[in-house]
Nanobody, 114 residues
Framework: QVQFVESGGGLVQPGGSLRLSCVASGSVFSTFAVGWYRQAPGEQRELVAILYTGGTTYYANSMKDRFTISRDTAKNTLYLQIDSLKAENTAVYYC????????WGQGAQVTVSS
């Protein structure tokens, strides 16, 4: 069973930066497309970005410019770099394959507040 464990969240002031990590059990990122999703309070979970096995990336329109998805296949780790954080970025961030390889994990809580 594939499992994803997110980390790197925290409380950050507006304008700050944060890098989230997602460690997967087994070699996942070389065989599956994997993405970052988020769920803000009172909202449904939404897609943030996708990183395909060939290296191609996709970002939701609202996530462009300040979000960067990357991976380290040797470490089975996926990253999400968020720059110039805004209050609207406050949410729980999850990593998952668009095809639903694993159950949703606990996610990483990102709170942007001054």
């Amino acid at each position: 069973q594939v499992q994803f464990v997110e980390s790197g969240g925290g409380l950050v002031q507006p304008g700050g930066s944060l890098r989230l990590s997602c460690v997967a059990s087994g070699s996942v990122f070389s065989t599956f497309a994997v993405g970052w999703y988020r769920q803000a309070p009172g909202e449904q979970r939404e897609l943030v970005a996708i990183l395909y096995t060939g290296g191609t990336t996709y970002y939701a329109n609202s996530m462009k410019d300040r979000f960067t998805i990357s991976r380290d296949t040797a470490k089975n780790t996926l990253y999400l770099q968020i720059d110039s954080l805004k209050a609207e970025n406050t949410a729980v961030y999850y990593c998952q394959s668009p095809g639903g390889v694993a159950p949703w994990g606990q996610g990483a809580q990102v709170t942007v507040s001054s």
